[in-house]
């Protein structure tokens, strides 16, 4: 059963749409590969922050963004939809103007539960 939270934020919080790109992989070109995108649910916050990434070096986030989902480190996220998005830019993300790189997620659980999170991604 989905929490009364769970369900405020996908309803009323988590409007917005962004492209995801997960799963990041050296390519053996020294580049990276990664899983084809897919659109996601979030809230999209554009700040300046000090964060950690996920080797624990201090970063300046850009952006923190509240998914209803997991999403990969060093994955990528795009404030917009796959439609708005060319073809031939869809394999590459570091080419899409405006796609920013996930720097570290966190994830909390919801008050009384074990099961249900509430993740953000710092970018």
């Known amino acids: 059963m989905v929490s009364p939270l769970i369900k405020f934020l ?7 749409t962004a492209v995801y790109w997960g799963n990041p992989q050296p390519d053996g070109y020294g580049g990276i590969s990664y899983d084809p995108p897919v659109e996601i649910k979030c809230r999209w916050d554009e700040k300046v922050q000090l964060v950690r990434d996920d080797r624990g070096k201090e970063v300046v986030s850009k952006a923190e963004v509240l998914v209803l989902q997991d999403v990969d480190p060093d994955g990528m996220l795009y404030l ?12 590459s993300p570091e080419q899409v103007d405006g796609a920013w790189k996930i720097l ?6 919801l008050f009384g539960s074990t099961s249900e999170f509430v993740r953000t991604a710092y970018l």
């Open 80 to 91: 917009g939809s796959l439609t708005d998005l060319s073809s031939g830019v869809l394999d």
């Open 104 to 109: 570290s997620m966190s994830k909390a659980p």
């Open 10 to 16: 996908q309803k009323d919080v988590c409007v917005q």
